[in-house]
């Protein structure tokens, strides 16, 4: 038997069930291949030395069982060839190690994006040519178009599950080899056709959050590779508001969690998280939605990376995102000459947090992106009264 031309990546949800199906429907010859990208036990044993506590609870192992159960099903009831492949020491390697530095540094990483740089669309894509197909496919709300000689990365057409965002560091081979059947539908389309075909996955719940957790809880999940180091919490002025269980479990921006009640002489307005001294082991909180401290109107990034393999420009205007399902950002991009960005932006931005990915458009096409190193935002002294 000859090989299939297309692999899909088969998740075991309803976005790439539907995607296989589609592709199926046009004649492709297809196979699908289930990912497991993460293992507890081999990720425990791994990071022992890293500081994670043992006793961790497996939930994560259960999830990619019940995932690989029903991407089995989804194979069968199409009656495509069916692999199954553990990348969990390429997923260590590729993202968490660089994840967990980034946390202990104080920001606040997008593991998304190098999930699909690093294995979705790189280790995965290596595995399938190795299976003797010319191509992948996946569940991604997204589209590639070829124009004028390249090959272009479009938002998907649903605009609620455009998954652009995560995809920005993609580049021209892998685009070329890559199909994205969902990326013309909205998602009560997708979820009508594999109703109508009788898809096991059909009414199944979407995943939400990082995609190795899965539903557990993200602090007591990062505090089993960095362990809690409580310190004070403090208003921008230098007063002790709280205590907080360790500065990288919080984020630019963050309300929940931070448990500051009425604070004698502050108004009864809720507080944000406006900024974080790793090194004293400080976070620093100011009270309103419009607090100042969370304002910025420029921002700089590291080395960007280019869908067509260059930048538009020297200088440019475009859109941009800060965060993913933000709306579209008015700003004017200078390329310095390391590679990195410095973006200014019509408006203010709210909470831009360093680690995170800036993404841009032009119209439809998603241009590439960079990670944020830092912002305009004010400066918190932090040479307190005990300094």
Sequence with gaps: MSPARVIVGLSGGVDSSV???LLQRQGESIAGLFMQNWDDDAQGSASVAGGRMPGATATSDCRAEDDRRDALGIAGRLG???HARNFAKEYWAGVFEHFLAEYRAGRTPNPDVLCNREIKFKTFLDEARALGAEKIATGHYARVAHRDGRWQLLRGVDQDKDQSYFLHQLGQDQLAATLFPVGDLPKAEVR???????????AKKDST?????????????LGQYLPAQPGEIRSVDGEVVGRHSGVWYYTLGQREGLQVGGVRGRPAAPWFVVG?????NLLFVDQGTDTPWLLSNRLWTEPAHWIAGAAPGEWFACTAKTRYRQPDQACEVRVDADGSLSVAFAVPQRAVTPGQSLVLYRGEECLGGAVIARTDAPTIETKTPDA
């Excluded at 009508?192 to 059909?202: H, K, Q, S």
């Design 209 to 221: 959050g990082i995609c190795f957790i899965g539903e557990r809880d993200f602090r007591e999940f």
């Design 19 to 21: 995607a296989a199906l």
């Design 276 to 280: 974080k001294d790793v090194a004293r």
């Design 192 to 202: 009508r056709l594999a109703a109508e075909a009788g898809l096991p996955t059909a």
């Design 80 to 82: 495509i060839p069916f």
